[in-house]
Structure formats: C-alpha cells, structure tokens
C-alpha cells in the first residue's frame, strides 16, 4: 500500500467520526480500535481487515490532533524509522505509541505530538504490514 493510499484510508475513516466529548472518551475510542486490531491480527485476517482496522484507529488519531490544531498537517509528519516486518511487531509500536497519548490526556497536556506520532506509526503499518 502506498503512503497516499494509507492516508486515503484514514481520511475515510475520519470522515465516518464523531467530535469527541472529552479527551478520556477520544483515548478510550482509540484504544478500542487498537485492541481490534490486535485481534484481527491474532486471528491472521487477511491485509485488506487488517487496513480497516488500522485506519479506523488512525482516524482516532486524526480526531485527536485536527480538533486541537488546524495549523499543522497531520499527514506531513516524518515517515518513521521503525520496524515492522510483521504485522506484531507493527502492533507492538502502535502500543507503544499509545503510551504518551494517554499520558497526555491524563496530565490535561498537549496531545497534538503524541496524536501526530500515533498517526504516523498508523501510516508506517498500513503501508509496511496492509499489503
């Protein structure tokens, strides 16, 4: 899948999203969709579920960061240098990824590094591990 592909994907996605009440519900709807993933991953679904799932998470994502800055492009971030040669290992970035989003929501921080982040590995898995 390419970049412009992946980004396509979670544009889609985001489009379908409701505005988060609150930070605490965005985190947990994004966590939500992380653990689908996880589970579509566990029961070998083929690339295409697999991109689904990953771009409704990425979408969280998206959600997050354009409701608090609409000055800076999301999908411009620094592609990462990051291994995913398998769609677990992708997960187990995406996880840790989720780590500093959730510091952010819980410490009433500014979420808008952690989201570009979260979305940046998004898009490094749809194109390393939804092929």
Do not use: Q
Not at 39 to 46: A, F, G, V
Request: net charge negative; aromatic share 10%.
């Amino acid at each position: 899948m390419t970049r412009d592909e992946a980004v396509k994907l979670i544009i889609d996605e985001y489009n379908k999203t409701e505005d988060f009440h609150s930070d605490m519900e965005g985190y947990a709807l994004l966590k939500e969709k992380l653990d689908g993933l996880w589970d579509d991953i566990k029961r070998d679904y083929p690339g295409k579920m697999l991109a689904d799932s990953a771009a409704r998470m990425g979408a969280m994502a998206l959600k997050f960061f354009n409701d608090r800055d609409k000055g800076i492009n999301f999908f411009k971030t620094v592609p990462m240098d990051i291994s995913m040669a398998t769609p677990h290992e992708g997960y187990a970035y995406l996880l840790f990824a989720s780590g500093p989003l959730w510091e952010s929501v819980i410490g009433d921080k500014n979420v808008n590094r952690s989201a570009a982040v979260m979305g940046a590995a998004t898009i490094e898995f749809l194109m390393r591990c939804c092929k």
